[in-house]
């Protein structure tokens, strides 16, 4: 019987992220997740030129037999694009993404994987992630010298192995399987999955509530776990279209669905009008409301008082919520650059208007000139981290690798040459590792 798929796609900035460097993508035939990487240095350019690139891919134009072979081509465009843009423009070096994409070509599903973004299957009330994390921790599980649940605390949890940056050897994982009606497929960001307990998205999956209930839900939740990091789920569900009505038009949220730093917009696609839809809506929405509220007028001194009383209400009420945020801040740490070197704050790396939320607490004699790229670049854009122990573990990290960066110099290689695998920070291969932000 034929197949389609219900879906959504919801995207959340966070608590404390000025912009949003997710992107995603929901369709009849793709569901797809970047989590973009490098701060300022253009995480949210990452991916959306990924996203952009595999949009194409949301038709039935391909067959089962070459749907490996066109996912994994556009994946490949998509990195070959990463690489133009940092050549010509330099402050891009060290940007990067994650990438989920999940490709239907009728009851055959193809999916694409690389970094620590996760895809789950609950099937028959049971769920599974079918996604291998390219993460520092994973391997230290892989080998025994941590379990998956030590792994969701581990101070380097943050520190992934594999991503798109433009590289040649940035390869994903891809594997197949056969679509059956009532699965169900999340995709998400470790804005979700780090926040969020896995025992609580199980049962949200499996509660029996749509795709969008289901979705709003899970961004709620990791709100109000204080995620700090951008929140980004994609959910699809197979059904049978002969008893229910599949979702047809495509939904593209964070980075990808706006033009910004010279980013390629989406093609021209149902995805595109879509989205040039909403945004018209939602300007038509806005422009109507302030016309009604130009054209209303005061009758009565009691409804002048009672909104005079509703704003200060108001007021109040955002003073509290503002006090309680910046309350939240001071909990925080991260590790980042002062005056050349590596250093620990307290607070989180904003400001509002002249009041900067953060303190040094902590500066070393750690340079950022003798760390390699990839965590020169990690530093200057700012890692944040839950409490100070973990931002003094992270220093440790950075000492040792500096340490290398060093010694590298010295024999007459380069600072970024691979390091020893049995270094803290560093992937089984000896792959230099990048830590998320």
Known sequence: MPIGLRYAARSHVGMVRSENQDSGYAGPHLLAMADGMGGHAGGDIASSVVISNLVGLDDEAHGAAESSDELLAAIRRSNDEL??????????????????????????????????????????GTVTQITKDHSYVQTLVDSGKITPDEAAVHPQRSLVTRVLTGREDDEPDIAAREAEIGDRYLIASDGLSDYVAASTIEELLVS?????????????????????????????????????????????????????????PIPVTPAEKAAALSASTERRVLASDLVMLAEEKPTTRGRRLLRALVGLLLLLAIAGGAYAAYAWTQTRYYVGEYRGTVAIFRGVDQALGPVHLSTRQVVTDIKTTDLPAFYRQRILDTVSRPDEQSARQLVDELRIQATLCIENRAAGRSCDDATSPTTPGTGPTGATTGTRT
């Open 83 to 124: 690489a133009a843009r940092v050549r010509a423009q330099p402050e891009l070096d060290g940007m990067g993404t994650t990438l989920i994409a999940i490709l239907r070509s009728r009851r055959n599903l193809v999916i694409a994987s690389i970094g620590d973004s996760r895809a789950y299957l609950a099937r028959g």
């Open 208 to 264: 029996g509530r749509g795709p969008d209930a289901v979705a709003d839900e899970l961004v709620a939740l990791a709100l109000r776990a204080g995620a700090p990091d951008n929140v980004t789920v994609v959910i699809g569900d197979v059904i049978d279209v002969t008893k229910e009505q599949p979702s047809t038009v495509p939904q593209i949220v964070g980075a990808a669905a706006v033009e910004q730093h010279g980013t390629k």
